[in-house]
């Protein structure tokens, strides 16, 4: 009869093995977890600038007859959401979106509970007043944070900073026409200026 030769691991091993895989555990999973976590900053800085310029792009076109405004709150949880009218309410608000997991609003320029709305003018798109507020990754040593902020000539920012470098998000194409007059008589000439911003290379008219 042939000798079974068949051999097992020991227990130290099986041990080793386990030890190895938790020592590789603990230098990648922080790591995984702050690129989410970085990730998750970038996307709502970017959400921010676009729910701004899209406030900003329906006032100047009038949408809905009204000024159109972005309100930021920290609050439990913290969010911001686009509105259409001179001031934020719940019946006014039209998109609220809250900040990711592990994300907040540096309390130097929002504190806790406080809020800051933007409220761009019919046709011109100008702000009511300039806003820049910062965010900042929460329980988690990512140097990372970000800023969004709004200029007097109506201008919308984002910016991404990882450590030492500092990640401008270029804007996109906005549209944006003034005309004159706003009415008269039929048949009426109109004139339309072009403010559009980021170089569009077509318009879609509806």
Same mark, same amino acid.
Do not use: C, H
């Given at each position: 009869?042939?000798?079974?030769?068949?051999?097992?691991?020991?227990?130290?091993?099986?041990?080793?093995?386990?030890?190895?895989?938790?020592?590789?555990?603990?230098?990648?999973?922080?790591?995984?977890?702050?690129?989410?976590?970085?990730?998750?900053?970038?996307?709502?800085?970017?959400?921010?600038?676009?729910?701004?310029?899209?406030?900003?792009?329906?006032?100047?076109?009038?949408?809905?007859?009204?000024?159109?405004?972005?309100?930021?709150?920290?609050?439990? @949880? $913290?969010?911001? !959401?686009?509105?259409? &009218?001179?001031?934020?309410?719940? =019946?006014?608000?039209?998109?609220?979106? *809250?900040?990711?997991?592990?994300?907040?609003?540096?309390?130097?320029?929002?504190?806790?509970?406080?809020?800051?709305?933007?409220?761009?003018?019919?046709?011109?798109?100008?702000?009511?007043?300039?806003?820049?507020?910062?965010?900042?990754?929460?329980?988690?040593?990512?140097?990372?944070?970000?800023?969004?902020?709004?200029?007097?000539?109506?201008?919308?920012?984002?910016?991404?900073?990882?450590?030492?470098?500092?990640?401008?998000?270029?804007? @996109? $194409?906005?549209? !944006?026409?003034?005309? &004159?007059?706003?009415?008269?008589? =039929?048949?009426?000439?109109?004139?339309? *200026?072009?403010?559009?911003?980021?170089?569009?290379?077509?318009?879609?008219?509806?």
């Amino acid at each position: 009869m042939g000798q079974n030769n068949k051999k097992g691991f020991s227990i130290v091993e099986l041990l080793l093995v386990v030890g190895i895989i938790i020592i590789i555990a603990a230098f990648t999973l922080p790591s995984l977890l702050g690129r989410k976590s970085v990730n998750n900053l970038t996307n709502v800085v970017n959400q921010m600038s676009v729910t701004l310029r899209e406030a900003q792009t329906r006032a100047i076109s009038q949408s809905g007859g009204s000024d159109w405004g972005v309100r930021f709150e920290n609050s439990d @949880p $913290p969010y911001f !959401a686009m509105f259409s &009218s001179s001031s934020y309410s719940s =019946s006014t608000r039209v998109i609220y979106t *809250t900040l990711p997991p592990g994300v907040g609003y540096d309390t130097s320029t929002l504190a806790v509970g406080a809020t800051k709305e933007v409220v761009f003018s019919q046709i011109t798109g100008k702000p009511s007043e300039s806003i820049s507020l910062d965010l900042y990754i929460t329980g988690k040593k990512v140097n990372a944070s970000g800023t969004i902020s709004v200029a007097t000539s109506g201008q919308v920012l984002a910016i991404i900073n990882l450590g030492k470098e500092y990640v401008t998000q270029p804007p @996109p $194409p906005t549209a !944006a026409f003034t005309f &004159s007059p706003a009415s008269g008589d =039929s048949p009426l000439a109109v004139s339309f *200026t072009n403010q559009s911003t980021g170089n569009p290379s077509s318009y879609n008219w509806n």
